[in-house]
């Protein structure tokens, strides 16, 4: 089995990997308001090895703030994906920033299983600020090269409680991209801070200790 999942890292072309359907991301194809030469055609593919792509592959400082969604805190929504090739599964987080990429707080971590089911329910906290803001979907896979894979969707955030910028969520997991972390190959990531909002799949359960300690 752990050949097949091998060989689908291989050939990433041919399979398209994972990506963020709803909310739409910068340049996705599945936002109908994109015309075809404002699509990224590759949007499954990884960060850069080097971090020089991350956040959100540059998307947010290259393209026109248009809202593709917009959340009411305390409320919850669905997030969707899309692909085939799950690479065994793995570790996903959903995070917010409301600071245009300089910082991401994770709002629902998915520790081992992600991303074997296609949609989950994550829940905008009362104490995120009223705004723009950025929802980023992030994925550790399992088998493969060590990559971070990264989606983001602009959208705007009303009725929250707080007017602070700096709310007190778990910062978002980063690895794979140059800073020194790096996720272990075959074994599901554990993240350090997962925040209050978390499912367990695969192997991984609440007593699972970090996995990368970074």
Same mark, same amino acid.
């Given at each position: 089995m752990r050949l097949i999942? @091998? @060989? @689908?890292?291989a050939c990433p072309s041919a399979f398209g990997h994972i990506e963020m359907r709803k909310p739409y991301p910068f340049k996705?194809? !599945? &936002?109908p308001e994109n015309k075809s030469n404002d699509v990224d055609y590759s949007m499954t593919t990884p960060l850069n090895a080097d971090g020089s792509n !991350?956040?959100?592959k540059g998307y947010h400082h290259t393209k026109t703030f248009r809202a593709t969604a917009n959340y009411t805190a305390g409320h919850s929504y669905s997030l969707e994906l899309a692909g085939s090739a799950t690479h065994g599964g793995g570790s996903c987080?959903?995070? @917010?920033?409301? &600071?245009n990429g300089t910082s991401f707080q994770v709002i629902k971590s998915i520790m081992g299983g992600c991303p074997l089911t296609q949609s989950y329910i994550f829940t905008i906290p009362d104490t995120v600020p009223s705004g723009k803001g950025l929802l980023a979907w992030t994925w550790f896979n399992l088998f493969g090269n060590r990559e971070m894979y990264m989606n983001c969707a602009p959208v705007i955030i009303t009725g929250s409680t707080s007017r602070l910028s700096n709310h007190i969520l778990p910062k978002m997991f980063e690895a794979n991209i140059g800073n020194g972390c790096k996720t272990v190959e075959g074994r599901e990531t554990v993240f350090t801070s997962p925040g209050n909002d978390v499912i367990y799949g695969g192997k991984i359960t609440a007593g699972s200790p970090p996995v990368p300690k970074c």
């Open positions: 999942y @091998l @060989l @689908l890292a996705s194809k !599945f &936002d !991350f956040p959100c987080q959903i995070s @917010l920033s409301v &600071d």
